[in-house]
């Protein structure tokens, strides 16, 4: 069955880096489009970044756009999303994607915060 499983959350300063990771299983990541939304505490979830299947070609939220980057390893079948210059608006629960399908990971927790 489709299992996706986040890690890489965690606590960082203003201006840090983070990497989390999406571990999938019960299919191939290069063959799907995969994303990563976010839910900020007390507000809806919201699209963060996307790669698509065919070609990598990747689109990301303003919000995000030039400070994070979504890759995918094709032998690990895993996608990561890599975030840097991290603000604290950036705290929120992030959950990694299948699109196709609508299936989702548990959610790895990262906060922004000095």
Do not use: H
């Not at 069955?1 to 999406?22: H, I, N, W």
């Not at 507000?43 to 689109?59: L, M, P, V, Y």
């Amino acid at each position: 069955q489709v299992q996706l499983v986040e890690s890489g959350g965690g606590l960082v300063q203003p201006g840090g880096s983070l990497r989390l990771s999406c571990a999938a299983s019960g299919f191939t990541v290069s063959t799907y489009a995969m994303s990563w939304y976010r839910q900020a505490p007390g507000k809806e979830r919201e699209f963060a970044a996307t790669i698509s299947s065919a070609d990598g070609f990747t689109k990301y939220a303003d919000s995000v756009k030039g400070r994070f980057t979504i890759s995918r390893d094709n032998a690990k079948n895993t996608v990561y999303l890599q975030m840097s210059s991290l603000k604290v608006e950036d705290t929120a629960v992030y959950y990694c994607v299948r699109n196709r399908g609508n299936y989702w990971g548990q959610g790895t927790q990262v906060t922004v915060s000095s």
